[in-house]
């Protein structure tokens, strides 16, 4: 399917940023009658954060007049004999411990004695235990009383969240690196959190332009604020291919020694690949890996003579068009190629999922395009691995379990809703709406506008459950914000387009369709600008969001 380049967007952005400029918030949130006159000494507006007002925004809330105020004899108090209630404990630690200046030491473990093991925060696990129905493996919940903040899950992955929302509690101050005067006070009362969707996704395209492991491990960080459980690498393109195959060693040791713009690029040995894992492991993001095929290949034909048809290797390439390369359908060699690459890539991934790619085969028949991925999808299944693709996969013929995403525009693709309604699950990323390489307005220095103009409210006010037409809303696991790199290389450019659209996207993920609305959204999008200038993250500055003056 061929890009569209309407503008279509444009006006209505405008009108939008028009409308939003100057706006003021009117908040949907009750602000927390507990909450008191500001401290003196604090900073203006020192008022506790009220509960509600967190990105995405809880699943329920319960305000009580009971605020917790963290101080030097505070502990963090976790679940006994759980290594990873205990990391998750190190690292909220290791958020709170440089701004407040306080201890926070770790201990496992509590009293239940009546008035003992005051002042804490405890990361407690329910397990199977009936307290934790309906918290899923994901869900949380906070309590907040004068004495203790208690975050209960059923897993550890459901206490990283709950400090997430703490984090979004506390004052904005609470990010920065340096002593800062607190207090750091928290609304009393309790929150009961769920996802709506077990696939929240981001993408990163470090084929355009390579990222390094450090890069990607910064990006996780800031993922992992807004409750992201996957993270996309786009491992392969046209530019370049970033990650080791020791059984086809040129493919990253040529084809990964270039990138847009003619730069170094790079790749990820195994090795790098694991610690990439292993840290989005540590924020709770599975990675999935892509290999994309068989269009979007230059980087791999440039490298291997044999994979092309007529048996001559392509130039590298380092400019941005799409659409031009593919591998040899008809070739044997190319399944060797693909088994190979897909057991390595398979081996080095602890999650269930493996990309294929898939999008914008121009160069491929549409026969040759079914039969490789007739070829292509078993494989995936003989190294352990639920195939996702590109939602041209729809086209040819979806294994049994595959996974389609979506990246088309307005969900009016039949053969989506066709294989929506015959078991392929989808994942949304309409590229009018999720892509975050997208400029937010004509004078966005960065980005592409082939899907239009995307700003805050374009890119948040949407139902991923009804936006395919005729897809069953039980088809749809989940959402993902695509960011790919032809014009962005720098972390500064990634923050500066995904923030603020990539918490809009984040929250259609998690929150209950009913929290959905745009008025209340932006009240706490524009709460969520100091904690960026608190952890350095370089955004938007949407006319649409009505930010705090700096
Ligand atoms: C389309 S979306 C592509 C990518 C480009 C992107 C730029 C998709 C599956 N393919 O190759 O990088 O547009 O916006």
């Known amino acids: 399917m061929a890009r569209r380049r ?3 967007s444009l006006l209505c952005s405008l009108l939008l940023a028009v409308a939003a400029g100057a706006g003021t918030a009117a908040t949907a949130s009750p602000s927390d009658p507990a909450a ?15 509960l509600d007002r967190v990105v995405p925004a809880p699943a329920s809330v319960r305000p ?25 404990g190190d690292y909220l630690a290791g958020v709170l411990r440089p701004s407040t200046g306080y201890r926070l030491p770790v201990t496992a473990g509590w009293s239940t004695a009546p008035g003992r093991g005051g002042d804490a925060i405890r990361l407690r696990l329910l397990g199977t235990s009936p307290s934790g129905r309906g918290l899923g493996t994901e869900g949380y919940r906070l309590e907040v009383n004068r004495r203790t903040i208690t975050i209960s899950a059923r897993g550890p992955a459901g206490l990283f969240h709950g400090v997430q929302t703490l984090r979004q509690l506390l004052p904005a ?7 800062q005067s607190g ?27 390579f990222f390094t492991v450090g890069q990607v491990k910064a990006y996780i960080d800031q993922l992992a604020l807004y409750k992201i459980n996957t993270l996309h690498l786009h491992l392969s393109d046209d530019q370049g291919w970033r990650i080791a195959i020791d059984s086809w060693p040129r493919l990253a040791a040529y084809g990964g020694s270039t990138q847009v713009g003619g730069g170094p690029g790079g790749f990820y040995s195994k090795a790098d690949y694991r610690e990439i894992v292993r840290y989005a492991a540590s924020r709770y993001l599975t990675v999935v890996p892509e290999i994309d095929m068989p269009g979007h290949t230059n980087a791999a034909l440039a490298s291997y003579a044999e994979l092309n048809c007529d048996g001559v290797a392509p130039p590298l390439y380092t400019g941005t068009e799409v659409g031009f390369s593919s591998l040899c359908a008809p070739k044997e060699v190319t399944y060797d190629f693909a088994d190979d690459v897909i057991r390595e890539v398979a081996a080095l991934t602890p999650g269930r999922y493996l990309h294929v790619g898939g999008d914008e085969a121009h160069s491929t028949s549409h026969e040759d ?10 494989l995936v299944a003989k190294y352990g691995k639920t195939v996702i693709g590109w939602h041209q996969l729809t086209g040819a013929r979806p294994a049994k379990g595959a996974i389609a995403q979506y990246w088309g525009q307005d ?14 699950r989808l994942i949304l990323s309409p590229a009018n709406r999720a892509y975050l390489d997208m400029k937010y307005d004509k004078d966005t220095p960065l980005g592409q506008d082939w899907a239009g103009l995307v700003d805050a409210r374009q890119s948040y006010d949407w139902d991923p459950g009804a936006y395919i037409k005729g ?9 993902e914000a695509p960011l790919w790199t032809e014009t962005l290389s720098t972390s500064a450019h990634l923050e500066y387009m995904a923030f603020p659209r990539l918490p809009g996207i984040a929250e259609l993920g998690w929150s209950p369709s009913a929290t959905h609305d745009w008025a209340g959204y932006r009240v706490r999008l524009a709460a969520q600008g100091p904690r960026w200038d608190a952890l350095g993250i370089d955004y938007y500055r949407s006319p649409q969001v009505p930010w705090p003056t700096r």
């Open 36 to 50: 008191g006159p500001a401290a003196p000494g604090a900073a203006a507006g020192a008022r506790p954060v009220p």
């Open 471 to 479: 897809a069953p809303a039980s088809s749809v696991l989940g959402v």
């Open 369 to 378: 395009f079914v039969a490789f991925m007739d070829r292509v999808q078993p």
């Open 183 to 209: 207090p750091w006070t928290v609304s009393g009362g309790t929150v009961t959190d769920v996802p709506r969707y077990a696939y929240r996704g981001a993408m990163l395209d470090v084929s355009r332009h």
């Open 64 to 88: 009580a007049k009971t605020p917790y105020t963290l101080g030097p004899h505070t502990r963090i108090q976790v679940a006994p004999g759980s290594r990873a209630a205990r990391q998750v």
């Open 173 to 179: 101050a609470v990010e920065r690196n340096t002593r």
């Open 411 to 424: 969900g009016s693709e039949k053969e989506v809703a066709d294989a929506a309604r015959a078991g392929t």
């Open 6 to 8: 309407i503008r279509l």
